[in-house]
């Protein structure tokens, strides 16, 4: 979201969105969204978005991403951190994309 605030802002100073891109990766750097997603937004932008938040969107809330699954993949790296994402996956049983957002997104775990 702080990201989509500095491109809008960049936007509307009439920067070019590689200019802003180069910006967010000198910030950022490695954590800065790709040029693509630039891109994207100064698109919003131009077509007269002002809102910087995700639209709503339909489909079923995520089942894996519970506060009980994050407590125990939490525990599970505490308790052994060589754990390979696939042998979280697969004591838990739930997804590999789940254990790895649960990890990056949620405990804010990096390599």
């Known amino acids: 979201m702080e990201q989509r605030v500095n491109i809008k802002f960049c936007f509307k100073l009439g920067k070019t969105a590689t200019e802003t891109h180069e910006m967010l990766v000198k910030v950022y750097g490695v954590d800065a969204v790709s040029k693509k997603c630039v891109f994207e937004w100064f698109k919003r932008f131009r077509d007269g978005e002002e809102?910087?938040?995700?639209?709503?969107?339909?489909?079923?809330?995520?089942?894996?991403?519970?506060?009980?699954?994050?407590?125990?993949?939490?525990?599970?790296?505490?308790?052994?951190?060589?754990?390979?994402?696939?042998?979280?996956?697969?004591?838990?049983?739930?997804?590999?994309?789940?254990?790895?957002n649960i990890i990056h997104e949620h405990l804010q775990k990096r390599k």
């Open 51 to 100: 809102d910087v938040k995700d639209e709503p969107r339909s489909g079923r809330p995520p089942t894996s991403r519970t506060p009980d699954n994050i407590e125990r993949v939490r525990r599970m790296l505490a308790d052994d951190r060589r754990l390979s994402l696939r042998m979280i996956a697969e004591e838990l049983k739930i997804s590999l994309d789940s254990v790895s």
